[in-house]
């Protein structure tokens, strides 16, 4: 079972600041097969990036992807007052079983 | 828009059973598969099940393995998802998920996601 490690826990920022957020798996993600998913208070997750890179539908270009391998990374260029919220990435490459990250909470400082 | 809808949940007896459900609407249905994902108060995201889109396939998470069941009833649009022998640790949000791909192996990233249903295994 490949286990991925989120960091920061938490990373407070002000809103206009670039956001680098930190996903590390314990073996190497086939295929790159990496998601990215946001989740604000008292909502279901939402679907950010899949592939490691790809944006899903809708969503803006200011989230990016990227990595490979063990290391992969959720990038937002300018932080939006609505993108506060927990992240959350989860691989699909190896499974059974799906498995996710502990979360890394953006919060505004 | 695709819309998922879960229902069923509640407080119950550790020991005691309950069956979720998942209505489906706005998309074929019998085309995707469909996962489960539970999510303890204040916790992360934890993968169940995954049923295939016909059915035939099924798959679940060590901790869940031989008391939950994932079915499917592909002329209703519904997805189940019957638990038995419950325990303290399966309280949470029980999610309804789907796959992007048809007729896919289902091991993908989420699109859509229900809104979530409370399971409470309490004494």
């Known amino acids: 079972e490949i286990v991925l490690t989120q960091s920061p826990g938490t990373l407070s920022l002000s809103p206009g600041e670039r956001a680098t957020l930190s996903c590390r798996a314990s073996?190497?993600?086939?295929?790159?097969?990496l998601a990215w998913y946001q989740q604000k208070p008292g909502q279901a997750p939402r679907l950010l990036i899949y592939g490691a890179s790809s944006r899903a539908t809708g969503i803006p270009d200011r989230f990016r992807g990227s990595g490979s391998g063990t290391d992969f990374t959720l990038t937002i260029s300018r932080l939006e007052p609505e993108d506060f919220a927990v992240y959350y990435c989860?691989?699909?490459?190896?499974?059974?079983?799906?498995?996710f990250g502990g979360g890394t909470k953006v919060e505004s400082k | 828009q695709v819309q998922l809808v879960e229902s069923g949940g509640g407080v119950v007896q550790p020991g005691r059973s309950l069956r979720l459900s998942c209505a489906a609407s706005?998309?074929?249905?019998?085309?995707?598969?469909m996962h489960w994902v539970r999510q303890a108060p204040g916790k992360g995201l934890n993968w169940v099940a995954l049923i295939s889109y016909d059915g035939k396939n099924k798959y679940y998470a060590d901790s869940v393995k031989g008391r939950f069941t994932i079915s499917r009833d592909n002329s209703k649009n519904t997805l189940y998802l019957q638990m038995n022998s419950l325990r303290p640790e399966d309280t949470g949000v029980y999610y309804c998920?789907?796959?992007?791909?048809?007729?896919?192996?289902?091991?993908?990233?989420?699109?859509?996601w229900g809104q979530g249903t409370l399971v409470t295994v309490s004494s």
């Open positions: 989860q691989q699909y490459g190896s499974t059974p079983p799906l498995t």
């Open positions: 073996q190497s993600v086939p295929g790159s097969f």
């Open positions: 706005e998309f074929t249905f019998s085309s995707y598969g």
């Open positions: 998920v789907r796959v992007p791909a048809v007729f896919s192996s289902g091991w993908h990233s989420l699109d859509y």
